[in-house]
């Protein structure tokens, strides 16, 4: 994550009073950011569990990039309702709206929550944020509990209109399947230019081209869709038509 704060030099305050004015800005940035990305954590969960009130991620001690994967999913009784090693998956069969998968969905939940730690170490935040925690573990698998936003605020977040300063986006799509994808992008009824990175992983991809496209969208892109580009051709890897 990239946050930029702009704090205008005062003269007559000292150096150290503006240091923490930076410094209080930066993590209040860092806390909104960790509770949107766990706004849509929740979003995703409860789409497939509406009785989720927590997760459970789970990593290897001695897996030096610290990789996460989803390990199971409590509702607020303590009731499991998930988990990643049961014989019978009950979201086995369960597709989102958008076709995704769960197996697809709890890979972009570990991967979201990674983002929402914006950099910091996961033992960091486990121990100091009030909706984490660190549930007995043995062996050289250590576990982090996750408390979900309530699901009034993720409602709130999803389903509440643009304010009215707020500019109207409007994308309007053209797939034709003979010829590329158009989009035609809006702001404010005014037409603007706009950059379309098209995740397609149809047939004839290899696994080396393809993440080769995949750094050269990112590298061209901001920040923040280098971060979603990235994501989107990382799941599309799982293709069947994305060969080694």
């Not at 994550?1 to 930066?26: F, K, T």
């Not at 399947?177 to 379309?196: K, N, Q, R, Y």
Request: charged share 25%.
């Amino acid at each position: 994550m990239h946050v930029n704060v702009c704090l205008p030099l005062n003269s007559e305050e000292p150096l150290a009073q503006h240091r923490d004015r930076a410094e209080a800005r930066l993590n209040a940035a860092r806390a909104e950011y960790h509770q949107t990305q766990l706004i849509n954590v929740a979003r995703i969960v409860t789409a497939a569990l509406p009785e989720a009130a927590s997760i459970d991620l789970a990593r290897h001690l001695f897996d030096f990039q610290n990789e996460m994967w989803l390990e199971a999913i409590h509702a607020a009784d303590g009731t499991l309702l998930w988990h990643d090693h049961q014989a019978l998956d009950p979201l086995a069969e369960f597709h989102y709206a958008n076709g995704a998968t769960w197996k697809q969905a709890a890979e972009v939940i570990a991967e979201t929550v990674g983002q929402a730690l914006a950099g910091a170490e996961i033992t960091d935040v486990a121990d100091q944020r009030p909706d984490w925690s660190r549930p007995n573990s043995s062996g050289p698998i250590e576990l982090f509990r996750v408390t979900l936003p309530d699901r009034r605020v993720v409602e709130h977040h999803t389903t509440t209109p643009p304010g009215p300063d707020e500019p109207r986006v409007e994308v309007v799509t053209n797939r034709d399947p003979d010829s590329a994808t158009e989009v035609h992008v809006f702001v404010d009824g005014v037409p603007i230019l706009a950059e379309l990175t098209d995740v397609d992983p149809g047939r004839g991809w290899v696994l080396s081209d393809w993440r080769a496209l995949a750094a050269e969208h990112a590298a061209d892109a901001s920040p923040a869709a280098a971060e979603l580009i990235t994501q989107l051709f990382r799941q599309g890897e799982s293709s069947e038509f994305v060969t080694a």
